[in-house]
């Protein structure tokens, strides 16, 4: 089953816009990821938060985590039209091999 | 660069055809993953295996057999394909950490079934 729930499923901003984007869960994990698809491709790896951190950088990628919440939020800061993709948080548990997918959100950026 | 091929980008079938999905990572990874992707459900897990010819059922695994002979080496069998399987499917490696890791994709296979 499921549990990444991203939020918004859709969202459109102007270039130099910062978007956010939300993912909640539901069991306890041991990390949080965020990865990227462009259209019709493969997914991409974007940052990994561990559940005993609240907060990760990455160039303009900013992600927090609130495990007492079950939820994580992806900043993007001085968005480009490159930004333009789905994106997708993925959870994992200490004991499973497995990743959960959420269901994404579809970020357009307009030039 | 380390790379997750699939042997094809798109591929029509007919029903009831046995079609093979070949999936081969040069990263040395142990875990290999199944996914397909439907708009709307995301990524639901197919099978996933933490090691050569070990495999274990993800949350859709019914009409669905994986191999694992090599461990460079994923393959999904759709052993009677059904038009309710036609879908984007990914494959995905990552190192054996329980917890998870970063998971490298490759570029998907489009699979119609008529």
């Known amino acids: 089953s499921q549990q990444g729930e991203e939020d918004p499923q859709a969202l459109s901003i102007q270039e130099g816009e910062n978007a956010t984007m939300n993912c909640s869960y539901k069991?306890?994990?041991?990390?949080l990821q965020w990865y990227r698809q462009n259209s019709g491709r493969g997914l991409v790896h974007l940052i990994l938060?561990?559940?005993?951190?609240r907060e990760k950088h990455s160039g303009r990628l900013r992600v927090t985590l609130d495990t007492s919440k079950k939820s994580s939020s992806l900043l993007i800061t001085a968005s480009r039209a490159a930004d333009t993709a789905s994106y997708f948080c993925?959870?994992?548990?200490?004991?499973?091999?497995?990743?959960?997918f959420g269901t994404g959100t579809r970020l357009k950026v307009l030039a | 660069d380390v790379k997750v091929t699939q042997s094809s980008r798109y591929l029509v079938k007919r029903t009831g055809e046995k079609v093979f999905l070949e999936c081969v990572q040069d990263?040395?990874?142990?875990?290999m993953f199944w996914y397909r992707q439907d708009p709307g459900l995301g990524l639901r897990l197919i099978y996933f295996?933490?090691?050569?010819?070990?495999?274990e059922k993800g949350d859709i695994p019914e009409g669905y057999s994986v191999s694992r002979e090599k461990k460079e080496r994923f393959s999904l069998i759709l052993e009677s394909a059904s038009t309710n399987q036609t879908s984007m499917y990914l494959c995905?490696?990552?190192?054996?950490?329980?917890?998870?890791?970063?998971?490298?994709f490759g570029p998907g296979t489009r699979l119609t079934v008529l």
């Open positions: 993925a959870t994992s548990d200490s004991g499973t091999y497995k990743y959960i």
């Open positions: 069991t306890s994990i041991n990390n």
């Open positions: 938060i561990r559940s005993n951190e």
């Open positions: 990263m040395d990874h142990e875990n």
């Open positions: 295996s933490y090691d050569v010819k070990m495999k």
């Open positions: 995905a490696s990552s190192f054996r950490n329980r917890g998870g890791d970063e998971q490298f």
